[in-house]
C-alpha cells in the first residue's frame, strides 16, 4: 500500500500541472514588490499584458483567455478604470458588447513596465540558459495551443 502511495506522489509532484503551477505560483511572488512598485496586482498587470499583446479586446475573449470568473474580471476592470489603465468602450462591430481597451501609454511608461515584468521574469528564471527559457516557452506555447485545440 505504501509503495502504490509513494508512486501515486511522485507522480504527482513530477506532473507537468503541478510543476507548472508551482513555477507560476513562484514568478507571481517574485513579480510582487515589482507590481507593488507599479501600484497593481498580478491580475491587473496580467490583463495589461493581455492587452498589449493581442489588442483591444471583446470583455468575453478576455475572460477567456485570462480563464477567471466574469464577477471578478469585472472587479478587476473596476479597478483598473479607476487607476486609468484601461478603458470600456462599446464594439463597432456589435455595439452590445464591450471591448477592453489599454489606456494610451507613453513609450517611456510601456517600455518601464514591461522590462520590469521581463527583468523580474530574468531573475526567476535565472538557473535557465537562454537556450532552455526558449525550449521552454516553446513547449508552453505547444501546450497550450494543444489545450485551444480541446476547448
Not at 501600484?39 to 499584458?49: D, G, P, Y
Not at 483598473?80 to 507613453?106: F, N, Y
Amino acid at each position: 500500500m505504501r509503495d502504490i502511495r509513494n508512486r501515486t506522489n511522485n507522480a504527482l509532484r513530477e506532473s507537468v500541472s503541478h510543476l507548472a503551477s508551482a513555477l507560476f505560483r513562484r514568478v507571481v511572488r517574485v513579480h510582487a514588490p515589482v507590481l507593488r512598485r507599479l501600484r497593481m496586482s498580478a491580475v491587473e498587470a496580467n490583463v495589461l499584458v493581455v492587452l498589449f499583446v493581442r489588442g483591444s479586446l471583446a470583455i468575453g475573449e478576455l475572460q477567456r483567455e485570462l480563464g477567471i470568473a466574469s464577477a471578478t474580471l469585472t472587479e478587476v476592470l473596476d479597478r483598473m478604470e479607476a487607476k486609468e489603465l484601461v478603458r470600456r468602450q462599446r464594439s463597432e462591430a456589435d455595439r452590445r458588447s464591450l471591448q477592453i481597451t489599454p489606456v494610451q501609454w507613453g513609450a517611456a511608461r510601456r517600455n518601464a513596465f514591461i522590462d520590469s515584468l521581463l527583468e523580474v521574469e530574468d531573475h526567476a528564471l535565472r538557473g535557465l540558459s537562454a537556450a532552455e527559457r526558449k525550449e521552454l516557452a516553446r513547449l508552453l506555447r505547444k501546450a497550450i495551443a494543444s489545450t485551444d485545440e480541446e476547448g
